[in-house]
T-cell receptor
Framework: QKEVEQDPGPLSVPEGAIVSLNCTYS??????FMWYRQYSRKGPELLMY????GNKEDGRFTAQVDKSSKYISLFIRDSQPSDSATYLC??????????FGKGTKLSVKP | DTAVSQTPKYLVTQMGNDKSIKCEQN?????MYWYKQDSKKFLKIMFS???????INETVPNRFSPKSPDKAHLNLHINSLELGDSAVYFC????????????FGSGTQLSVL
């Protein structure tokens, strides 16, 4: 079983839709969880990070972590064409060795 | 002003050659990284340096040698390039070794012919 599993998509939604992106993981030693967004031919940029189970909201984005189920989610409300990108989950412990998911490619159609 | 800059952006070379990629960050971070993203977009850490000291050295062929002359710079030298080395290489930096908030450069697309 891979440490981090993420459905690569692609995922195509109409503008204004709610998007749900998910990752599962197997290593219970992971302490913090992140979502990165990567536009084509660019480096990943950090969207959100959290240490604990529960929800964290930032504008149209909500990150959710369920440590008991080893499951994390990113919700995007009122999705925009500018949200079209690849979304990578990442998680790590104290050693600085982040493990990334393979990324989900999202396309938001006008 | 670019936070993490790496050069060159594109690198096309023949098998067997030696090449280098340079990275500089102006964020004042103490930790820098090299990541490799393969054709399937899988992003994997190669090395990390904290204050010029090697911290993480994943299972990478010893043809890859990172060098950190100071904490703002981390270069990657690759000897005897192979076809399988073709990928996008990203430099990143963070404050602290946990690597929580990584700032990535825009990547170097390496193509080995």
């Amino acid at each position: 079983q891979k440490e981090v599993e993420q459905d690569p998509g692609p995922l195509s939604v109409p503008e204004g839709a709610i998007v749900s992106l998910n990752c599962t993981y197997s290593n219970s030693a992971f302490q913090y969880f992140m979502w990165y967004r990567q536009y084509s031919r660019k480096g990943p940029e950090l969207l959100m990070y959290t240490y604990s189970s529960g929800n964290k909201e930032d504008g149209r984005f909500t990150a959710q972590v369920d440590k008991s189920s080893k499951y994390i989610s990113l919700f995007i409300r009122d999705s925009q064409p500018s949200d079209s990108a690849t979304y990578l989950c990442a998680m790590g412990g104290s050693q600085g060795n982040l493990i990334f998911g393979k990324g989900t490619k999202l396309s938001v159609k006008p | 002003d670019t936070a993490v800059s790496q050069t060159p952006k594109y690198l096309v070379t023949q098998m067997g050659n030696d090449k280098s990629i340079k990275c500089e960050q102006n964020l004042g971070h103490d930790t820098m990284y090299w990541y490799k993203q393969d054709s399937k977009k899988f992003l994997k850490i190669m090395f990390s340096y904290n204050n010029k000291e090697l911290i993480i050295n994943e299972t990478v062929p010893n043809r890859f040698s990172p060098k950190s002359p100071d904490k703002a710079h981390l270069n990657l030298h690759i000897n005897s390039l192979e076809l399988g080395d073709s990928a996008v290489y990203f430099c990143a930096s963070s404050q602290g070794q946990q690597g929580i908030q990584l700032f990535f450069g825009s990547g170097t697309q390496l193509s080995v012919l």
